[in-house]
């Protein structure tokens, strides 16, 4: 399935796990507690239509009965078709309008202003390239 259409709470769970890179239910829960309180039974609900989804795999624990998954995909993989619909639905379509929300929302520290132009300058070798 490549145009994913997650709901948040899914979102939420598979973005923990591309940060944290595997994780238990448990740790997943603990992680989304302050924004997203969820019961055990919820988490465990999300992760396996992920793992349906073909976009989490599992294995089992070293202890107890619990399950260890990870991310199937990296994550610019999964996140693409998200963000794709968000430029298009909330920015009609302008990239430009979603980083000025963005850094509108939170200002980027000098070390990520950094990184955006090492970015941009890559982006435009990488366009000066293909013409």
């Not at 239910?25 to 992680?31: F, G, H, K, L, V």
């Amino acid at each position: 399935m490549t145009d994913q259409r997650l709901p948040d709470a899914e979102l939420e769970v598979l973005a923990c796990l591309h940060h944290r890179g595997e994780a238990t239910a448990r740790d997943i829960r603990e992680a989304l507690w302050d924004q997203r309180p969820m019961a055990h039974g919820s988490v465990l609900t999300l992760l396996g239509r992920l793992e349906k989804r073909g976009l989490v795999s599992r294995k089992k624990g070293p202890v107890g009965k619990a399950f260890v998954y990870e991310p199937t995909r990296q994550q610019t993989m999964t996140m693409r078709p998200v963000l794709r619909r968000l430029v298009d639905r909330v920015f009609d379509g302008n990239p430009v309008d979603l980083v000025a929300s963005l850094f509108e929302t939170r200002p980027p520290t000098a070390k990520e202003l950094d990184a955006i132009q090492r970015l941009v300058r890559d982006l435009r070798k990488k366009r000066e390239g293909t013409r």
